[in-house]
């Protein structure tokens, strides 16, 4: 069993050391690209096209007033822009707190019975009529020059939807500052995967599309909770192209606690899981060229090698612990501590054991950790460490594969995972 068991663990290692290894290969081969002059400074269009930017709201009577007001500071003409907020049946005061903008030229109010975020979405691509089109959580704001940065990027005609950096903003607690590590390092995930076509979500920070993409493929789907999600794998399937605009930055309220975090973890793994096995077809398909070869089955290594290494620790924890309550069995706790000499104990480099196991985790580590410098000093312009990794670490570690287990249950089993 233990030799089986390692061998496992090697091969599923080696699949994530080296999707880790391909991620800083690919980037080092496009530094130059993707750190361009204009990255970090203000930058002028000189073609303004129309967008609507949808705003489905639930119970969000303490955010959305924020959202919007940073959306209405968009540096961007007024008469280009629309702003549409959608309420989606709150139970709290948000369809009342919003009719300050009941007489706001830019801003059109909207209200329907519950019927989920992808319903809301739909409702408000029924009245838009501008060429471009966004969506915005209601627990989101915008930096000014957000859409000044996105907008280049649809020069290429063959470009049909650009997603921007979601950051975290002013993190109070170590659950927080464990996603704040993790969102910057996603800024420098989610540009590898833009730079080979191969991105598996538009997600709900701002992203933009052509308004030919509902002419196309149609609108906004349940996707087991992952309307996003659903909508990427879709372009995907359909050859639509997917980029990322790094410099565009969109922040964002992160749970506050473990038990949030877990339940939306179990949302986000339960959705991408089953959107896998909706559109299995593309996996390992040349005919969906990076993002059927590489994005889906480097996602589903990572869950898989998630599980393995949880599996595997349980196991050798297991074994260790009955190992010494046997030998304490037999001996006696006494004579079982009596036998470690901690006095005389002098440590040598000799007795320090490495072996493959060890130095495969501490390549992986290290490569985690240049993963976060380089998001940092792509999401806030600076190459630095921080402490937010070691929360991250501690954290991720010991939760992470609970709520994989659990989104792996509700996926084999065809349960829900729920929305609140």
Not at 70 to 87: A, C, G, M, N, T
Not at 113 to 133: D, P, R, S
Not at 185 to 207: E, N, Q
């Amino acid at each position: 069993m233990e030799s089986v068991s390692t061998y496992i663990f090697y091969f599923f290692t080696f699949l994530s050391l080296y999707v880790q290894v391909f991620f800083l290969v690919t980037f080092l081969e496009n530094k130059k690209s993707i750190f361009k002059k204009h990255a970090f400074k203000n930058v002028t269009l000189s073609n303004y096209p129309s967008i609507t930017i949808l705003v489905p709201s639930y119970n969000e009577e303490i955010s959305i007033i924020k959202t919007v007001e940073s959306l209405l500071k968009l540096d961007y003409p007024k008469e280009k822009l629309q702003i549409f907020v959608i309420d989606d049946g709150s139970k709290d005061n948000t369809w009342s707190v919003v009719q300050i903008y009941k007489d706001n030229p830019t801003v059109k109010l909207f209200h329907q019975k519950n019927g989920g975020k992808y319903t809301a979405l739909n409702l408000g691509l029924e009245y838009c009529q501008t060429e471009f089109f966004s969506c915005l959580d209601a627990d989101s704001t915008v930096e000014p020059q957000a859409l000044q940065k996105m907008m280049p990027y649809f020069n290429d005609p063959q470009t049909m939807a650009v997603i921007p950096s979601a950051l975290v903003t002013l993190p109070t607690t170590l659950v927080q500052r464990a996603q704040k590590a993790e969102y910057n390092m996603a800024v420098f995930f989610k540009k590898v995967f833009s730079l080979i076509g191969g991105l598996h979500v538009t997600p709900g920070t701002l992203p933009i599309y052509r308004k030919q993409v509902t002419d196309l493929i149609g609108g906004f789907r349940h996707g087991h909770n992952g309307e996003d999600m659903e909508m990427a794998f879709r372009m995907q399937n359909n050859y639509l192209k997917i980029v990322q605009c790094h410099e565009a930055i969109v922040h964002t309220i992160p749970p506050a606690t473990i038990a949030i975090l877990y339940k939306q973890r179990v949302r986000w793994i339960t959705a991408y899981l089953k959107n896998i096995l909706d559109y299995k077809h593309m996996l390992f398909s040349k005919k969906y060229g990076n993002f059927g070869l590489f994005t889906l089955p480097s996602g589903v290594i990572s869950v898989i090698t998630m599980l393995c290494l949880f599996s595997f620790s349980i196991y050798h924890i297991y074994n260790f612990i009955t190992q010494k309550a046997t030998q304490i069995n037999a001996i006696g706790i006494s004579r079982y501590f009596n036998q470690f000499q901690f006095n005389s104990f002098n440590f040598d480099w000799f007795f320090f054991y490495i072996n493959g196991i060890t130095i495969t985790v501490i390549l992986c580590y290290i490569l985690l950790v240049i993963s976060m410098i380089i998001g940092n000093k792509m999401a806030e312009g600076k190459a630095r460490f921080s402490m937010n990794l070691l929360y991250y670490i501690g954290i991720y570690s010991i939760v992470a594969p609970f709520w994989l287990i659990k989104a792996t249950y509700n996926t084999l089993l065809s349960k829900n995972a729920s929305w609140r």
